[in-house]
């Protein structure tokens, strides 16, 4: 699996059912509209090695997509906001 990047104004989450971050990311893209399509690294072996290889070895979520290709690991809302501008 590669990086795949999402329609412009969406974002691709790579998470975990358990993580919090991500539940909170999560909650924050939904009130304010930001669209998301959500890979469970557990799920997708192919999924995880790629979040290792954006994060230096580590499977740190949420990782997200960015329709520029670019990646931003556990970010703000207000750093999502920006870099969908």
Do not use: H
């Amino acid at each position: 699996m590669s990086l795949q990047s999402p329609e412009a104004g969406t974002v691709t989450m790579y998470s975990t059912t358990w993580c919090g971050y991500c539940r909170r990311l999560k909650g924050q893209l939904d009130s304010a509209g930001i669209g998301y399509t959500e890979v469970n690294i557990e799920d997708f072996p192919d999924a995880a090695e790629m979040v290792e290889r954006v994060n230096g070895g580590n499977q740190t979520v949420p990782t997200l997509v960015f329709p520029d290709g670019s990646s931003a690991t556990n970010p703000s809302l207000a750093e999502v906001r920006a870099r969908l501008s």
